[in-house]
């Protein structure tokens, strides 16, 4: 009865913020393919605000892009707009969220919609917004906790700590989401939560009933496909991480996965160019690269200390999925989240066409947090085992040639028979155990 009574009011609580009494509107003056024209708000609009019009017998939502003296311009959520001239567009309250614990093993669209047929959500007791600032610089905890993934690759060349966020990047087809799905199963974080942004209609339940499946009753997965509107795909990613930072802020170890920050990055590049923003890196409006800064500092460790209050107590890791478009690492949107993140992955292509899975790139790849993980023979090992591996590439063209000939050079012998066996042991398909202890497992499989 307590519980039911709760929810209730709850309900009743965001309601009451979704429905003020007064309602501020206006007529629709102009329709285009993607926004609205709306007359007589601009005074009491602001950028972000939200606003709803009756079109095709049903609401829609949209957000307003663009604020100047003649109205506002509103895109809205839905992929096209239904509405005509002259129909009444009203202010909404503000964009906010109520998560709660029961989320977990739910799947969710863009707007924190139920889309798995289980029912309504049960809204949480806190409202939170979804542009919530990032805790202050000289007041959020430090990352020092190491973090086993379980990814022997990672662990050994690349490892993380709670509360790091890290990039991979890579490009289509190339594993990267079965390595998402492979950290998805890291022991150590008390939930998950996953977004989905403009993934396909036919993998999103491949992934959740099948590499995600041991580890989804933990897991609220936002999900918003490629065929959805350029509102959604970018809301997604905001909707994900609101819902890890109600996670956090109640203590809890949270890991966030975005797959893809590129395809959000798409999508804030349409609703810009919409709001007359002009082109300036390869078709990308200014406001993208100050967007993506902003989104990815939210997630990282909370307040140093140990309190609930906002931002505080829990911490949240960041696997940031970057889709390198034509396999062009030096992609403005590629390099803009490289220098933001505290490190990246880099999946390979040849790699991967070798049969080698995970397709890691080990002398490409890196954590700048590893410090924090190795100890000092560790940390000279993994240089010694770098340089070794950096010898035997640089010299994979001669050897195939024939210009080489064993005992010409110590090093070189050596290289020549341990990276293999080393490649040969960072091998690991999804199906297989978790690393346990990668160094420990890779001295064994050169013993043997």
């Not at 007791?125 to 990032?134: E, M, S, T």
């Not at 203590?251 to 797959?259: A, K």
């Not at 406001?287 to 829990?314: I, M």
């Not at 397709?359 to 190795?374: F, K, N, P, Q």
Request: glycine residues 12%; proline residues 6%.
């Amino acid at each position: 009865m307590t519980d039911a009574l709760h929810r209730l009011g709850a309900a009743l609580a965001a309601a009451r913020e979704a429905l003020p009494l007064v309602r501020i509107g206006g007529p629709i003056q102009e329709v285009t393919a993607s926004a609205a024209r709306v007359a007589g708000v601009a005074p009491f609009m602001t950028l972000g605000d939200r606003m709803g019009f009756v079109g095709g017998g049903r609401e829609q939502i949209g957000e307003v892009v663009r604020v100047d003296a003649a109205g506002v311009t509103v895109k809205p959520f839905d992929s096209r707009i239904e509405a005509g001239i002259g129909t009444r567009a009203y202010r909404l309250g503000d964009p906010t969220l109520r998560p709660d614990p029961s989320w977990k093993g739910r799947v969710i669209d863009a707007l924190g919609r139920p889309i798995d047929g289980l029912g309504a959500l049960v809204p949480g007791q806190r409202a939170v917004p979804l542009d919530a600032a990032p805790p202050a610089a000289m007041e959020r905890a430090r990352v020092t906790k190491p973090l086993r993934t379980g990814v022997r690759a990672l662990d050994l060349f690349t490892p993380l700590c709670l509360g790091q966020r890290i990039g991979i990047f890579a490009g289509s087809g190339v594993g990267k989401s079965t390595l998402l799905a492979m950290l998805a199963a890291a022991t150590g974080f008390d939930s998950v939560v996953v977004a989905l942004v403009g993934e396909r209609g036919r993998e999103v339940r491949e992934f959740l009933e099948g590499a995600m499946a041991p580890n989804l009753a933990r897991a609220v997965v936002v999900v918003s496909t490629g065929d959805e509107s350029p509102m959604m795909r970018r809301q997604a990613p905001k909707m994900a991480m609101a819902i890890a930072e109600s996670f956090r802020d109640a203590g809890e170890s949270v890991l966030l996965i975005v797959d893809s920050v590129t395809r959000y990055a798409h999508a804030a590049r349409d609703v810009a160019l919409a709001a007359g923003e002009p082109a300036v890196a390869r078709g990308y409006p200014p406001s993208v690269f100050s967007d993506l800064p902003r989104l990815l500092e939210r997630a990282g460790p909370g307040l140093d200390g140990t309190g609930t209050g906002p931002h505080g107590g829990g911490t949240i890791t960041g696997v940031f999925s970057v889709l390198v478009d034509g396999d062009d690492h030096n992609d403005p949107v590629a390099d803009s989240i490289r220098g933001t993140l505290d490190g990246h992955v880099v999946l390979d292509r040849a790699i991967a066409e070798q049969g080698r899975y995970p397709a890691v790139h080990l002398l490409g790849s890196i954590s700048r947090l590893a410090t924090e993980v190795w100890t000092p023979e560790q940390r000279e090992l993994v240089r010694r085992l770098k340089a070794m591996m950096a010898r035997f590439e640089e010299t994979r063209d001669l050897r195939l040639m024939g210009g080489y000939r064993a005992g010409e050079d110590a090093e070189l012998d050596q290289a020549i028979l341990l990276v293999p066996r080393i490649y040969e042991a960072l091998r690991q398909e999804p199906g297989m155990a978790a690393s346990r202890d990668a160094f420990l497992e890779l001295a064994q499989s050169l013993r043997t």
